[in-house]
Antibody
């Protein structure tokens, strides 16, 4: 079964750090582009960051540049999000999501999602 | 960044009715637009990619159309399980962006 499982969320004080993990199973992890997407309580979806299959290309939304770092370990079928200088507005469920790949290439659409891990930034 | 505006914010319909959801982009995204469905407490589910292609296992009552800046998701006849929030998302340029969502609720 194709699956993504996030972990590492929790309660952290403003200015603190957390490292989220996403473990993949059921597919060839290194062949797929991966992302982090977040959703604040009661709000819509917000894309956070992207990493290519090899890990050489990375993109971030502007408000997270310099604070968040995405990485992956293909040998361990895992992706990570290091979050530093956390703010109250970073409180959200963080999902890892796979980009759908078809015979003609990447679709840029997220076809597999984990259940998410909750990050709460509060004093 | 490319802003996606979804309308209406809420759509109140009865089962069996047709739902028409709109997504407008602040600049052309070609056909690089996807649609998702999200139910409470669940992650989103991919419905449509590249504007008009149904994802694996998505029923034929869901269809997408459009290109450039104007896109539409149509649910031809609402089933009880279709009442949810729907999001559009573009992959034309960085940063990737989502629309604000349309809630389809039971009338």
């Amino acid at each position: 079964e194709v699956q993504l499982v996030e972990s590492g969320g929790g309660l952290v004080q403003p200015g603190g750090s957390l490292r989220l993990s996403c473990v993949a199973s059921g597919f060839s992890f290194s062949s797929y582009e991966m992302n982090w997407v977040r959703q604040a309580p009661g709000k819509g979806l917000e894309w956070v960051s992207y990493i290519s299959g090899s890990g050489t290309s990375k993109y971030y939304t502007d408000s997270m540049k310099g604070r968040f770092t995405i990485s992956r370990d293909n040998a361990k079928n895992s992706m990570f999000l290091q979050m530093n200088s956390l703010r109250a507005e970073d409180t959200a469920v963080y999902y890892c999501a796979r980009i759908k790949f078809i015979i003609t290439g990447s679709t840029g659409a997220f076809d597999i999602w984990g259940l998410g891990t909750m990050v709460t930034v509060s004093s | 960044e490319t802003v996606l505006t979804q309308s209406p914010a809420t759509l109140s319909l009865s089962p069996g009715e047709r739902a028409t959801l709109s997504c407008r982009a602040s600049e052309s995204v070609s056909s690089y637009l996807a649609w998702y469905q999200q139910k409470p407490g669940q992650p989103p589910r991919l419905l449509i990619y590249d504007a008009s292609n149904r994802a694996t296992g998505i029923p034929a009552r869901f269809s997408g159309s459009g290109s450039g800046t104007d896109f539409t998701l149509i649910i031809s006849s609402l089933e009880p399980e279709d009442f949810a929030v729907y999001y559009c998302q573009q992959r034309s340029r960085w940063p990737l962006t989502f629309g604000g969502g349309t809630k389809v609720e039971i009338k």
